[in-house]
């Protein structure tokens, strides 16, 4: 059941805030990777590099857990839990470049050293979100 994101965490996803993102590997194992995040409003949104783990996971099982941290204060953090609800790499290059503006003031260097590699949009859809503790 879908719930809504409260407008403090929206807030801070439209910050450079830290997010880590935790999916299940095949095994059912846990595999946890910090990322970038932003949102459309009502969702939570990840830009990925196409094909790696993160994706595969994903499409396999699209459960997801994830942290979003005041980069203010490191003990004030969301916690939410949902599913993936799209992947589209339509607009991916685009996207990284605007998510990469808010983190680092330039358009997306490219870490992986291949200005080709394809981004994926996925948007997640929040079943629970748990605020911070007061």
Same mark, same amino acid.
């Not at 470049?97 to 981004?119: A, C, H, M, V, W």
């Given at each position: =059941?879908? /719930? ?20 299940? =590997?095949?095994?059912? #194992? $846990?595999?946890? /990777? ?17 094909? =790696?783990? %993160?994706?595969?996971? @994903? *499409? ?16 004030? @953090? ?7 609800? #799209? =992947? ?9 470049? *605007?998510?990469?503006? %808010?983190?680092?003031? /330039?358009?997306? $260097?490219?870490? #992986? ?14 079943? %629970? ?6």
């Amino acid at each position: =059941m879908p /719930t809504t994101l409260p407008s403090d965490l929206i807030d801070l996803m439209r910050k450079p805030s830290p997010c880590f993102v935790a999916t299940l =590997m095949p095994d059912g #194992s $846990p595999q946890l /990777t910090e990322t970038w995040v932003t949102t459309d409003g009502a969702n939570v949104v990840l830009n990925i590099v196409g094909g =790696m783990q %993160k994706q595969k996971n @994903f *499409e396999r099982d699209p459960r997801v857990a994830i942290n979003v941290v005041d980069p203010e204060n490191v003990y004030r @953090f969301y916690a939410i839990r949902g599913r993936v609800v #799209s =992947m589209t790499s339509d607009g991916g290059k685009e996207s990284i470049d *605007e998510i990469s503006q %808010k983190y680092l003031g /330039t358009p997306y $260097p490219y870490f #992986s050293g291949n200005p080709d590699e394809t981004r994926v949009i996925v948007t997640i859809e929040a079943d %629970k979100v748990t605020p911070p503790a007061r």
